[in-house]
């Protein structure tokens, strides 16, 4: 008998990789494997100490077996190393045969930032992203997860670069498909871009598809100025909905303005009481538009069943330098901002509503060490957003952003050029081929 020793190999090196590393830009359209503060690169670590719990097939540690079957003269030699295995001929004709609806479900399990590279393999592919059987299998299946979007002109050319959190990756999008607008971003809900801007001296806004690079403009409102704007996507409905909150223009208040893409128009709705707005950050949560204000104290909320507002008497925390609404999951809102008048003293803080008693529950704080590193200066600016209970830190100076998951109470870095600009606008992002401009 010849007995023959198996190769073995454990994947538990993929799931016990070190977890502290740091994600970069890549150059021009190229995909760098990205490093960070989130998690394994996904890249197989082959070190003896990345492989926890598997064998250890290290080239001092191997175990030869001789045998000698009968028949043969030489010897064969089996090692507890991995199996080169030979170079399959794929045959051309067999693959390209492959069925449509087979080929659909597999590309739309494909990262979709990857599916840029893979249209250039032929004409097939190259049109996928209007095939209506793939988007269909697309909307079926899990969410490729939360990606950070950033926005900037050079040289007044759009530019885009998305970081993939469950791929620790940054991407370029070609931006290049927009108007040449001075716009800027509002936001992102459900796949969709929305940005405003002037074109000459006219107010407009429109919405994209970063993935499919779709876009249109939305219809003007009845008052037309430029507004605080703010996109939700119900994709259940495959609609989606723009709030233009309340404002002043001259010596008249401006009332909101909904506007539905089901029906493609602006509806005029409540103009918002008086107040003295603090912040002109907003944040949408549980169909509920919500501001901070100053006077009367607490939060002004609009409702977007009713179209109505009311205010809210949730008091600020003491010693409060500057706070943003960030907006949760599960109805929770989250209130993130500087506490302390003195820059030695300084610490910034995450509370949450309680919505019963109408009052600010402290749940976190950041660490002094990153405190540190984010703002270097008490006067730094640095700007805050959130998505899923995560909440993002960006500073205007130091290039990188910081990561908070709440429900996993764990801080990381996101390093990375496109954090770099000074005029770069930063939000969350859900990529969605299916996510509908109409």
């Not at 080239?59 to 028949?71: A, D, E, I, L, N």
């Not at 809900?189 to 006219?202: A, I, K, Y």
């Not at 205010?311 to 209130?335: C, E, M, N, Q, W």
């Not at 509503?353 to 002094?368: A, C, F, G, N, Y």
Request: proline content about 6%.
């Amino acid at each position: 008998m010849v007995e023959i020793a198996e190769s073995s190999e454990s994947g538990s090196g993929l799931l016990n990789s070190p977890q502290v590393k740091h994600g970069s830009l890549p150059e021009e359209d190229s995909i760098h494997r990205q490093v960070s503060s989130f998690g394994s690169s996904g890249s197989r670590n082959t070190s003896p100490l990345g492989r926890i719990g598997s064998r250890n097939t290290s080239p001092s540690r191997q175990k030869v077996v001789k045998t000698k079957p009968r028949g043969l003269d030489e010897e064969t030699v089996t090692t507890f190393a991995k199996v080169v295995q030979p170079d399959v001929q794929m045959e051309d004709n067999i693959w390209a045969m492959l069925p449509e609806d087979l080929l659909n479900e597999i590309l739309a399990r494909v990262p979709p930032f990857m599916i840029f590279r893979l249209r250039s393999v032929c004409k097939r592919w190259n049109s996928i992203l209007q095939d209506h059987s793939f988007l269909k299998f697309h909307s079926q299946v899990p969410s490729h997860g939360p990606c950070l979007l950033t926005f900037w002109k050079n040289s007044q050319t759009p530019q885009c670069s998305v970081f993939s959190l469950p791929l620790k990756q940054w991407f370029r999008i070609p931006f290049t498909f927009l108007p040449q607008w001075a716009f800027w971003l509002v936001g992102s809900s459900g796949g969709l871009v929305c940005f405003s801007g002037l074109d000459v001296l006219t107010f407009k806004t429109l919405v994209c598809n970063p993935l499919t690079q779709t876009w249109r403009t939305l219809p003007s409102m009845h008052y037309n100025q430029q507004r605080q704007l703010l996109m939700v996507v119900d994709r259940k409905d495959r609609s989606f909905k723009v709030i233009a909150t309340s404002d002043i223009y001259g010596d008249r208040s401006l009332p909101t303005e909904v506007y539905d893409s089901k029906i493609d128009k602006w509806s005029l709705h409540q103009t918002m009481p008086a107040v003295n707005l603090c912040s002109s950050k907003m944040a949408f949560c549980d169909s509920r538009l919500y501001l901070e204000t100053l006077s009367p104290l607490g939060l002004m909320m609009y409702r977007l069943d009713t179209g109505q507002w009311e205010h809210i008497p949730a008091k600020f925390p003491r010693s409060l330098l500057d706070g943003y609404l960030v907006a949760g999951t599960h109805k929770r809102l989250f209130l993130v901002g500087r506490i302390g008048l003195y820059s030695t003293l300084q610490s910034m803080r995450i509370w949450e509503l309680d919505h019963t008693k109408v009052v600010w529950v402290e749940i976190s704080r950041m660490p002094p060490r990153y405190f540190r590193a984010l703002l270097r200066l008490s006067a730094e600016r640095f700007e805050c957003f959130g998505q899923d209970n995560l909440i993002c830190f960006t500073s205007w100076n130091q290039g990188k952003g910081l990561l908070y998951d709440v429900d996993k109470k764990v801080w990381s870095w996101i390093a990375g050029c496109a954090l770099q600009s000074y005029n770069s606008q930063v939000c969350f992002y859900e990529p969605r081929f299916d996510a509908s401009i109409y």
